[in-house]
């Protein structure tokens, strides 16, 4: 457990130097902000389709840190580290994915507040969106940290992680779109239970990636 929290902390130090806690954030924002401009001043229409748009800036937000996420730590040899220290590549996934989330998922919970009031959206529409999103963002996070490892070390990886990822992401999107309407208790029961399994196999899935990109 001592051995799980140092390399999540070691995790978020690097994200908040190298800017990669920040580039998801700002990114996010800008889509709130620039989105108004893009549609016109249409309330109506803003506050429709705003929570469905946040989510998926939610998923490119996710995105974007995800060549640091794997490819940085597997060229330098400290994953080899950790496994000869006794840590195992499954443990290295779920460490790397709490510290993504870290990283990422509570800061665009806060930063929806200012996005919805730029989109007009009203109270209860910015409390369904806030539980989508604490719902959602574990599962990006997984797919995030799945997909680094899948596609570490790989030309292109930026690209491919791109393609690999948002295919995945399409059922997050569907039911997180779902749980803003009216008597979306379904859809958000749909949602967690999605991210659920996203978050307990994504470790398993970057524990053989990172074996294999070791051989």
């Known amino acids: 457990m001592k051995a799980l929290a140092g390399l999540v902390a070691r995790d978020l130090r690097i994200a908040w130097a ?46 974007l840190p995800v060549e640091r996420l794997v490819a940085p730590d597997l060229a330098s040899g400290m994953i080899d580290q950790c496994v000869v220290r006794g840590i195992g590549e499954e443990a290295i996934g779920v460490a790397k994915l709490i510290a993504h989330w870290i990283a990422f998922g509570p800061p665009l919970m806060i930063a929806t507040l200012p996005a919805a009031a730029l989109l007009g959206l009203d ?4 409390a369904r969106l806030e539980l989508g999103l604490a719902l959602a963002t574990p599962g990006l996070a997984a797919l995030a940290v799945a997909t680094a490892a899948l596609t570490a070390g790989l030309r292109g990886a930026g690209a491919l992680s791109g393609l690999v990822m948002l295919p995945l992401a399409i059922p997050l999107l569907i039911f997180g779109a779902g749980a803003l309407g009216d008597g979306g208790v379904g859809a958000t029961k ?6 659920l399994l996203l978050v307990a196999g994504a470790p398993f899935v970057a524990g053989a990636a990172l074996r294999a990109g070791r051989t």
Do not use: C, E, N
């Open 190 to 195: 749909l949602l967690a239970a999605t991210s």
């Open 123 to 126: 109270g209860s529409t910015v």
């Open 18 to 63: 190298q800017g990669g806690a920040v580039l998801p954030l700002v990114f996010y924002l800008l889509v709130a902000t620039l989105l108004p401009f893009a549609i016109g001043p249409d309330k109506i229409l803003l506050a429709r389709i705003g929570g469905g748009l946040l989510l998926t800036a939610a998923l490119l937000a996710a995105l």
